[in-house]
């Protein structure tokens, strides 16, 4: 299994309250990306880095923002958290971005009350 | 952006029968992957398939590429195949991102 490890892996929050979910892995790959499934729209890109410090938006990026200081590490912040952004969030990695097999880690599930 | 469809939505099966999913996509492709997400909601890689034929135990897939689609075949189906299975493509334009299917939900029954 590829070496993905999301946290926390369920949390309950607050609307208005800010959430930061953190990735990590051990493989080294350059891209790494955020998702989100919710019923009736499977998993849609929300965020996703080719880098350290590079990141580019994806899909459904609004609300959301992120960051990745170190090649291991991609954090994805709500800033204030809506019931909207009820979710499973996926993070994801791959070694060389589009050509690349991708691999998924557990997910979290968030609910924001 | 790429567009991926999947059919069928739902199916149900007997245990032992086999079945074939499809993956159609709207364009050029460098990736094209399917996954199982099972009834606790893990992804599993089953295939990374932009173009041919594998082959993993009962399970294979097809893409051909030129006509824009991708096959799945379940042999002699388990009650451990239920779940969704997702195909997902990364287009080959600059600026596409790994778009998901929205899946074909099996329930195989014993």
């Known amino acids: 299994d590829a070496g993905i490890t999301q946290s926390p892996r369920h949390k309950v929050t607050e609307t208005g309250t800010p959430v930061t979910l953190r990735c990590h892995q051990t493989?080294?790959?350059?891209?790494m990306y955020w998702y989100r499934q919710d019923p009736g729209h499977g998993l849609r890109l929300i965020h996703y880095?080719?880098?350290?410090?590079?990141?580019d938006k994806g899909e459904v990026s609004d609300g959301y923002s992120v960051s990745r200081s170190k090649t291991e590490d991609f954090l994805l912040t709500l800033e204030s958290a809506t019931s909207s952004q009820t979710s499973v969030y996926f993070c994801?990695?791959?070694?060389?971005?589009?050509?690349?097999?991708?691999?998924f880690g557990q997910g979290t599930r968030l609910t924001v009350v | 952006g790429i567009q991926v469809e999947q059919s069928p939505p739902d199916l149900i099966l007997q245990e032992g029968a086999n079945s074939t999913l499809r993956c159609n996509f709207s364009?050029?492709?460098?990736?094209l992957q399917w996954f199982h997400q099972n009834p606790w909601g893990q992804l599993i890689n089953l295939f990374y398939?932009?173009?041919g034929t594998k082959q993993n135990g009962r399970l294979s897939a097809t893409t051909v590429a030129t006509e824009r689609y991708s096959l799945l075949y379940i042999s002699s189906s388990q009650t451990t195949d239920s779940g969704v299975y997702f195909c997902?493509?990364?287009?080959?334009?600059?600026?596409?991102?790994?778009?998901f299917g929205p899946g074909t939900r099996l329930s195989v029954l014993p």
């Open positions: 493989e080294n790959h350059r891209y």
């Open positions: 997902a493509a990364h287009g080959d334009n600059y600026g596409q991102n790994f778009v």
């Open positions: 398939i932009p173009s």
């Open positions: 364009d050029s492709v460098n990736n």
């Open positions: 880095s080719y880098g350290v410090k590079d990141t």
């Open positions: 994801a990695i791959s070694e060389q971005g589009k050509s690349a097999e991708a691999f």
